[in-house]
């Protein structure tokens, strides 16, 4: 059984998310809740199922696009048991798995390339959470 990843996008990332579902069809099963569309859509409508199919165990992870991704994030991250992380590089998507255990990956749009978005989601999906001293810190991040 593959894993099951949650989707969201507004208009600004139509054509990465479909990228996405269609080079990641043989690892993971997606929930899409993004549009299809290039008209201009409102992300949080997008993002809020994303972040409550990742509090509630529906799907492992998320990811959430958007033209800059700062968005997506801030709305992902209103949800008590969602980090969700910006990553513009692969350092970044790093980093937002290792010390911060993100359970969402917020990619923009409008900043990647294409294969520069597949390779930051790559490096994210490949890194694990290292634990240890950064767990008091991620223990702090719900209000």
């Not at 969700?84 to 990619?107: D, F, P, R, S, Y």
């Not at 900043?111 to 490096?123: D, I, M, R």
Request: hydrophobic letters at 35%; aromatic letters at 6%.
């Amino acid at each position: 059984m593959k894993p099951i990843v949650s989707i969201g996008n507004d208009h600004a990332g139509t054509d990465l998310k479909k990228r996405i579902l269609n080079e990641y069809a043989d690892t993971f099963e997606f929930i899409n809740h993004g549009t299809d569309s290039s008209e201009s859509v409102d992300y949080p409508d997008f993002v809020h199922p994303v972040a409550n199919d990742v509090e509630s165990g529906k799907a492992t992870f998320g990811i959430i696009i958007c033209g800059s991704a700062n968005g997506v994030c801030m709305t992902a991250n209103k949800h008590q048991g969602i980090r969700a992380g910006l990553a513009w590089n692969t350092e970044v998507a790093k980093l937002i798995k290792q010390h911060n255990n993100a359970n969402v990956i917020g990619i923009p749009a409008r900043f990647l390339s294409e294969e520069e978005a597949l390779e930051v989601l790559q490096t994210y999906i490949d890194e694990d959470y290292e634990g240890g001293r950064h767990q008091r810190r991620v223990d702090k991040i719900p209000c």
